[in-house]
């Protein structure tokens, strides 16, 4: 039997990188994987290849969130797993003093799993539980100069074990994963000589693939998790050291 063998997984932002993994391998794993995003193309495609559905998720909009689990429960009955994992990075610090910046980042990063969580839970309590896991960064482990980033991946860490204290008597469990250096779209914003700057912080000394974070996701998503929440993970290479 797969480790998630009948579980619905609805997975934000699963167009590329971390979210696609993801999606693959909670497929490989036997679920029935949702696949949502603001790339279109790109998550049908992904969908396609996971043999799940594709729905359009502005993860900053309540009505969207509506709508798509509305969706889903309607078609599935359930959803077992969420795995909050859209997110936008943007450089910047105090200095740079851009609030439009800081305010777009804090919508999709930390509004954008706030909303999930909200509307998800609900549907997991109903069905006598579930696991949610929300993306955070190694950003929310340490102080980073990109501040509006950080601050966002702080408040995710936060509101994961607030969450869990308050979902564990209905049987949902909330955890917060801490990826490091991923190779993604988002690492390749940075110039080549900050990667190199960053890598040398890594004691393990290179960065790391979005299946090996997916690796992670799909554990907490699975019953081998049962005891596992209000937990932060860091997968990480030991940056967060």
Not at 56 to 73: F, H, N
């Amino acid at each position: 039997m797969a480790r998630l063998d009948n579980a619905v997984i609805l997975i934000t932002g699963a167009a590329r990188g971390q979210g696609e993994a993801e999606a693959l391998k909670a497929a490989a794993a036997g679920a029935t994987v949702v696949v949502t995003d603001v790339l279109d193309d790109e998550g049908i495609d992904v969908a396609n290849r996971a043999g799940g559905a594709y729905h359009r998720l502005d993860v900053t909009q309540a009505a969207s969130w509506v709508d798509v689990v509305g969706a889903v429960t309607a078609e599935h009955g359930r959803i077992d797993g969420l795995v909050n994992n859209a997110g936008i990075f943007r450089h910047g610090g105090v200095l740079e003093g851009d609030v439009d910046s800081f305010r777009l980042i804090t919508e999709v990063n930390q509004v954008g799993v706030f909303n999930g969580m909200v509307h998800v839970a609900p549907v997991m309590k109903d069905n006598g539980g579930g696991s949610i896991v929300n993306i955070s960064s190694v950003a929310g482990l340490r102080g980073l100069g990109t501040i509006g980033y950080t601050a966002s991946k702080w408040a995710v860490r936060g509101m994961s074990k607030a969450a869990a204290r308050e979902l564990a008597p209905h049987g949902i469990r909330v955890n917060s994963v801490h990826p490091g250096l991923i190779e993604t779209e988002m690492l390749s914003q940075l110039s080549g000589g900050a990667n190199d700057a960053l890598t040398a912080m890594v004691p393990l000394g290179r960065t790391a693939t979005s299946e090996e974070v997916a690796d992670v996701v799909i554990f907490l998503l699975s019953d081998e998790a049962s005891y596992v929440t209000g937990a932060e993970i860091a997968v990480d290479g030991a940056m967060s050291t």
